[in-house]
């Protein structure tokens, strides 16, 4: 939202209110999904009066926030009706198949949003300041909502983590999915592996968004569920695949290698473990949306962080593990990093 | 903060995960003005032992505090240390004289983001959920803080603002200048004009304020304090020129127009009013500074706006001015509106 051009590298006060402004960009996209404003969008005429109708709201309202979202480059304005851009139509209108607005109730939640307010306190003492561990904590309903309305963002990753992991296997596999949340990534390894045989690890409420999706995608035959945290529940196995996915960034590097270390006794020699992860680069600033997700831990988490490969490297190493490789995902800000048992 | 490159046009999911997050932007800039983060960079030597130090805070919040800034465009990362940016530089270390980091006091005051955790049911009614008349309440305590905390981001703006106010004027032209706040425009006008005498108008806790300033400047002998509401105070006169600083949009056009009908009449036939504001062009999606200025309107008032020049040509000639003309003030997103009384 620049204002006046000014030569390149020259201060500019306009990124210091910009930024300070920027939260008007979370709350009106947040908005206009409340209010269904892009299903309305895309169902026409796209004028000021006819949306309010169709949202149920003011039109002094509706065209401010029509307005600002065509300011913020997610709707256009022509002659005074608004349409969509081709990013709206695909990903905010929810008649569209790849609809990820469902994302604004996780995101947008105010459990997640709140402690956005309490920055300074969360940055003087290093952690969270939510109850407990954060959202790490046990049971905690969040994730409930995670496996309900992240699941669009991540459909599709799912299909590109699923032929990482199955690189170079066939036939009966066995697959444990930790933290399974709505299930996809398991899921999906299922469907493109008719022979492999999956279990889904989490809190119980969350395992019942999983397995709903397992039947939606009709593979529940070859689906098991695995209730309880990480940590405590007994893994079962062997395994030749051991998904760990948006799962390590949430804890320190210590708790990860004791967790990695008990994945690697539930594999088969030469089994492997694949970890998604925001994985930004050694300078830790890079790529953007990678390197930025540390933040969400600092706010979330008493310690968790976005792992280098580096980082992650060492803690896959210390529990026993070889061959690591990085596997960034297409048009993603994620990287599957994969590790062999010895 | 995109991800992998795309083709131009192409639908970008990141765009629609970037405006939801990007809330975390003006925390993190509140809170490293909070934890006085530029002045220790500024100080050196930047490395996060350092910082955290200096900040009292917590090696792993300054760390990944420090990296999101510099993800976010407002600090430099080299080697591990962080350093300024020329705009964090200018603006954001307190040392520097042209440091605008106090204007996050006002724009990340909770008075003013707390609302748009309620935007959806603002646009359903249309009106600020604030108690009252929102920000334009009379006594609102706000304006003591608008005026402590923004002069530095409006103090460049007075220069220019001075200039096309007495273009034509000389001697001892008397000036009104309604919500005065800071003072620092009618300030500008008494320092660039030596015979000129200005009345400053405004609430009382407010004109403490522009009162300092004005002491500060030096001109406290030609600076009258008329405390109350611009609507129901007696403005005196004949003035020369009155100034209307960030004001007019506060209110609906009905309300201008009555304003602008009493300002009419408190000056000399010829006299001037000058309205600084946030004008966007017709199609009110541009430039993007000055448009998007509506959504803080409608979230803190019953019923403002950022108007466009037609807007204020129309309510200027209602109220029986003539002769407007548009002058946006260089490098910022303002427009001072000048019309004369007839």
Not at 25 to 53: H, K, N, Q, V, Y
Not at 80 to 108: C, E, K, Q, V, W
Not at 314 to 319: P, S
């Amino acid at each position: 939202m620049a204002s006046a051009p000014r030569p390149a590298g020259a201060p500019a006060p306009e990124l210091v209110f910009e930024t300070l402004m920027a939260h008007q960009r979370s709350a009106a996209l947040r908005t206009a999904i409340e209010l269904d404003l892009f299903r309305a969008i895309g169902e026409g005429p796209g004028d000021t009066a006819s949306l309010a109708r169709q949202c149920a709201a003011s039109e002094r309202g509706i065209r401010i926030l029509c307005d600002f979202l065509t300011i913020a480059g997610l709707v256009e304005k022509e002659d005074g009706r608004y349409r969509h851009t081709p990013t709206s139509a695909l990903f905010l209108d929810p008649r569209s198949p790849n609809s990820i607005a469902s994302t604004a109730r996780f995101l947008g939640n105010p459990a997640m949003t709140e402690p956005y307010m309490h920055l300074a306190e969360i940055v003087r003492n290093g952690r969270t300041v939510l109850p407990g561990e954060g959202t790490v904590e046990p049971e905690n309903p969040v994730w409930v909502e995670f496996a309900h309305s992240m699941a669009p963002m991540m459909a599709p990753m799912a299909g590109p983590l699923g032929a990482i992991v199955l690189d170079g296997l066939a036939g009966a596999v066995r697959v444990l999915d930790i933290a399974a949340g709505h299930g996809l990534f398991g899921i999906e390894v299922a469907k493109l592996s008719p022979e492999a045989h999956i279990v889904a690890l989490d809190w119980a409420p969350v395992l019942e968004v999983a397995r709903a999706n397992a039947c939606k995608a009709g593979v529940e035959g070859r689906y098991d569920l695995l209730p309880g945290s990480a940590f405590d529940a007994e893994f079962g196995g062997p395994y030749d695949i051991v998904l760990l996915t948006n799962f390590l960034h949430h804890f320190d590097s210590r708790t990860c290698v004791a967790l990695l270390k008990k994945v690697h006794k539930a594999l088969k020699p030469g089994g492997r473990a694949a970890a998604l992860e925001f994985v930004p680069n050694e300078d830790r600033v890079s790529p953007p949306m990678a390197a930025a997700f540390s933040l969400t831990m600092l706010v979330s988490t008493p310690s968790g962080d976005a792992y280098t490969f580096n980082d992650l490297e060492k803690m896959y190493r210390e529990a026993g593990f070889a061959g690591m490789t990085a596997h960034p995902v297409p048009h993603g800000p994620h990287t599957v990093v994969v590790g062999y048992a010895k």
